[in-house]
């Protein structure tokens, strides 16, 4: 390789590195929010997938509810149904029937989808969320994203074993405050910086259980702020 030809190859590889460094591998594979079919206890949502996914496979895209109206999808008593896609197909149409507890006819509530993959990441950000005024009677029309906002997605507990200690801090050797049973949820609010432990809402404040053989969590966990 001549002297001209290496400095070509060096001011290319400083060039694109960067960019290459800055690039991602989750990337927006899912639109078009639409929830058709709805009443105050269910609400039938649609998305279109494109048939690929960035990050690590397998990929699911989640459908979830806001019943509060605090802007946070999923949380505890919020339903959120995963639909497994394989990231490299084609095209679809995918689709969920959330069913949650009746709320008050002329409730407002609000209906988003996102996709993760298999470590948690987002693979596609919540889409824009469908917000209506429920009704008993069943609506057909389809409702089209009308909200103009971003959602936030929440990360759920749920415990599959018989009791879960939860703690004070992320520590075996910090104050015992309690315990969850098994199947029992809880809203996660925050983790460790080793992700063995993750903060919890309980009893009117928090608390930190050790997760990882003890619950499973739904949600984008990956995005838990790190508090310890």
Same mark, same amino acid.
């Given at each position: 390789?001549?002297?001209?030809? /290496?400095?070509?190859?060096?001011?290319?590889?400083?060039?694109?590195?960067?960019?290459?460094?800055?690039?991602?591998?989750?990337?927006?594979?899912?639109?078009?929010?639409?929830?058709?079919?709805?009443?105050?206890?269910?609400?039938?949502?649609?998305?279109?997938?494109?048939?690929?996914?960035?990050?690590?496979?397998? /990929?699911?895209?989640?459908?979830?509810?806001? #019943?509060?109206?605090?802007?946070?999808?999923?949380?505890?008593?919020?339903?959120?149904?995963?639909?497994?896609?394989?990231?490299?197909?084609?095209?679809?149409?995918?689709?969920?029937? #959330?069913?949650?507890?009746?709320?008050?006819?002329?409730? /407002?509530?609000?209906?988003?989808?996102?996709?993760?993959?298999?470590?948690?990441? /987002?693979?596609?950000?919540? #889409?824009?969320?469908?917000?209506?005024?429920?009704?008993?009677?069943?609506?057909?029309?389809?409702?089209?994203?009308?909200?103009?906002?971003?959602?936030?997605?929440?990360?759920?507990?749920?415990?599959?074993?018989?009791?879960?200690?939860?703690?004070?801090?992320?520590?075996?050797?910090?104050?015992?405050?309690? !315990?969850?049973?098994?199947?029992?949820?809880?809203?996660?609010?925050?983790?460790?910086?080793?992700?063995?432990?993750?903060?919890?809402?309980?009893?009117?404040?928090?608390?930190?259980?050790?997760?990882?053989?003890?619950?499973?969590?739904? !949600?984008?966990?990956?995005?838990?702020?790190?508090?310890?």
């Amino acid at each position: 390789m001549t002297i001209r030809a /290496f400095m070509r190859l060096t001011i290319a590889v400083a060039v694109l590195l960067p960019m290459l460094l800055s690039t991602t591998a989750a990337e927006a594979n899912i639109f078009s929010l639409s929830v058709h079919r709805r009443t105050c206890s269910q609400a039938t949502a649609y998305v279109n997938y494109d048939g690929f996914s960035g990050g690590s496979a397998p /990929f699911y895209v989640a459908f979830t509810v806001d #019943l509060n109206n605090n802007g946070v999808f999923g949380e505890v008593g919020e339903p959120t149904l995963f639909t497994q896609v394989s990231g490299g197909g084609a095209p679809l149409n995918l689709g969920q029937r #959330l069913t949650f507890r009746n709320q008050r006819e002329g409730t /407002f509530i609000a209906v988003t989808a996102y996709e993760v993959d298999s470590e948690g990441f /987002f693979v596609s950000e919540g #889409l824009e969320p469908v917000r209506y005024s429920c009704t008993n009677r069943p609506a057909l029309n389809a409702t089209a994203s009308n909200t103009g906002t971003t959602p936030i997605i929440a990360t759920v507990a749920r415990v599959f074993v018989n009791r879960v200690e939860v703690y004070s801090e992320p520590s075996a050797a910090s104050t015992l405050i309690g !315990g969850l049973g098994l199947g029992q949820q809880v809203d996660v609010i925050g983790r460790n910086a080793r992700n063995d432990w993750v903060q919890i809402r309980f009893s009117g404040g928090t608390g930190w259980i050790m997760w990882q053989t003890q619950a499973r969590l739904t !949600g984008a966990f990956s995005q838990l702020p790190v508090v310890q």
